[in-house]
């Protein structure tokens, strides 16, 4: 009994010790969560200069850092391949992220200088701004040049020499009415403007101030105001005369305009959705409209403006072509289809039968209109063949695809051998790469500028065939030669950072364009190709940095980013 009543005195007190050393332990408990909580949202603080998370790397340190997942194959000159790009559609997907990881590595193994260049850190993007628009702001897109000689320019109007040496001012002014006369035309045609043109650039037509305005180093300026008018001008000029363009594979049509002015239309041959037959060689595809739109926006992107200007149009195969077409080989090929659309074919190589038709929807027809450069009798061009053109057979081989160090025979033999020839080519070769282009047999120079100077990138409609395949063999000149030109890798390394991504800035680009308003110009699985090529662009550069010192050819020395 005693034993009992002994454990119902100690119940109530034992109870308020449990109680009270369960409130300790919820106490505790809170205590830790909330230092928890404390110490996680203070690591989660970034730091204020992405600069200063990034340690700084040689070039040395830099060409150590190359991603091992497809570039590590590199061994040397005459025996490295290209890194391993998957095919499949299924691969692009599952390999989507490591695209993205890999871009990302390869602008944070940039020296510092070349941060400093490409903005990391500072002179991010302006949010709210189109990325296009601060793109074009970025110092890299606005870098100093010398200024430009007299025999830097294509064309000139000639001056009015003899007339400072007359006395009379009378005489001056009668000898420049004289002068400037001499623009007019002679005979007025039928259709065509008067010609009224001085030596007063207000007077000139856009595709005069464009022929006007090419130079040494590039065929237009990207800030010059005449860039929009002339493309405006490719779009909403009346059509005059249609015949078909000389030369080449595929139907093309040489356009006039009332002030005298040429494009060349290329017609749309097929929907912009629609892939290249994995069966079809590279010399049998057919050649796109919007491919050379689109090579015109990429190619400026990239800072080359070294493409004709080229926008889309709806034309009308009857009024534009067939009622004022002179040229037979078109005339004749007219026929309306069975479900009663208006279309041709004209005379080529390949694809210009019944079979291929260009059809209008009925009379309505989509096309691209590139501008003419000036004629050859005023700026005569010379043709160069590539050093790795594809042999155009469908069994044989060509030299540099049997020889891993081709490169280092080419670089012996002018113009290859000194100046910015190679670097220049290595430029085309990363823009062919990035819009699929097999088709680059021959480019031109402007013979005025012997070999110092840019090369034309001509002839585009085989581009943008595949979006689900990437042709490494493109890049081959690369891979051989591993020099690229130090500006042209900066603006790659910038269009990789999700600020200025390049498929952004071409949707935007594009958008420009007036043909965007019936259907986009590249499909997003075309866009989304774009920013996984360039990283495989960059991959190659590193690997090249890994085997060679000699890689970046410096056309910025001088050039000090300034401070902010």
């Known amino acids: 009994m005693r034993k009992i009543m002994i454990k119902q005195n100690l119940g109530p007190s034992t109870r308020s010790i449990y109680l009270g050393l369960a409130c300790l332990s919820l106490a505790l408990h809170l205590l830790l969560a909330f230092f928890c909580l404390s110490v996680l949202q203070t690591a989660c603080v970034l730091p204020t200069s992405s600069s200063s998370s990034i340690p700084t790397r040689t070039d040395t340190q830099h060409s150590q850092s190359i991603s091992h997942s497809s570039s590590s194959s590199a061994a040397s000159s005459s025996s490295q391949k290209l890194p391993t790009i998957p095919q499949s559609e299924e691969h692009h997907r599952l390999n989507a992220n490591t695209f993205h990881r890999k871009k990302n590595h390869s602008f944070s193994d940039a020296t510092e200088r070349e941060k400093e260049m490409i903005g990391a850190g500072k002179g991010q993007r302006v949010k709210g701004r189109p990325k296009l628009e601060e793109l074009f702001k970025h110092p890299l897109y606005n870098l100093p040049r010398p200024e430009l000689q007299d025999d830097d320019w294509l064309l000139r109007v000639k001056k009015n020499e003899h007339a400072r040496d007359r006395g009379s001012e009378e005489e001056e002014r009668e000898d420049a009415i004289d002068d400037d006369s001499q623009w007019q035309s002679d005979s007025e045609e039928e259709g065509y403007d008067k010609a009224p043109w001085t030596r007063d650039v207000e007077t000139h037509p856009p595709w005069l101030r464009f ?28 059509v005059l005369g249609a015949v078909q363009k000389t030369g080449g594979t595929q139907l093309k049509l040489l356009i006039s305009f009332p002030n005298y002015g040429q494009v060349l239309l290329k017609p749309m041959r097929q929907s912009r959705d629609a892939e290249t037959d994995v069966n079809l060689f590279y010399f049998s595809d057919f050649e796109r409209h919007n491919a050379e739109i689109a090579a015109f926006h990429l190619d400026r992107l990239l800072g080359f403006n070294r493409i004709p200007p080229a926008v889309g149009r709806l034309i009308n195969v009857t009024s534009d072509v067939r009622e004022i077409t002179t040229d037979k080989k078109i005339s004749r090929t007219f026929f309306t289809s069975p479900a009663g659309n208006v279309c041709f074919y004209g005379q080529c190589e390949y694809y210009c039968s019944s079979e291929h038709p260009v059809c209008g929807r009925p009379h309505e027809l989509e096309v691209s209109l590139a501008a003419m450069l000036p004629d050859l009798a005023l700026a005569p061009r010379r043709s160069w063949r590539s050093p790795w053109r594809r042999s155009y057979s469908r069994i044989k081989l060509a030299q540099w695809e049997k020889d891993p160090a081709y490169c280092d025979s080419v670089k012996q033999r002018p113009p290859y051998d000194h100046g910015t020839r190679l670097v220049d080519f290595i430029d085309m070769a990363v823009l062919d790469f990035l819009m699929g282009n097999m088709d680059r047999h021959h480019y031109e120079t402007f013979e005025k500028f012997g070999n110092e100077t840019f090369l034309l990138h001509l002839d585009n409609g085989r581009a943008f065939g595949r979006h689900s395949r990437d042709e490494p063999s493109i890049l081959v000149p690369l891979q051989q030669c591993c020099r690229i030109r130090r500006s042209t890798l900066l603006r790659l390394r910038l269009l990789s950072l999700p600020g200025f991504r390049l498929s952004d800035v071409m949707r935007e680009s594009l958008l420009q364009d007036p043909l965007a308003a019936v ?46």
């Open 519 to 564: 259907a986009p110009l590249l499909s997003e699985p075309h866009l989304s190709a774009l920013d996984r090529r360039l990283a495989f662009v960059l991959q190659v550069v590193e690997a090249c940095q890994q085997q060679h010192a000699d890689v970046i050819y410096n056309d910025l020395e001088g050039y000090d980013p300034q401070p902010d």
């Open 211 to 238: 022929h006007l305005g090419i130079s040494r180093r590039e065929l237009y300026d990207r800030k010059d105001p005449n860039l929009a008018q002339l493309t405006h001008y490719l779009a909403t000029q009346r």
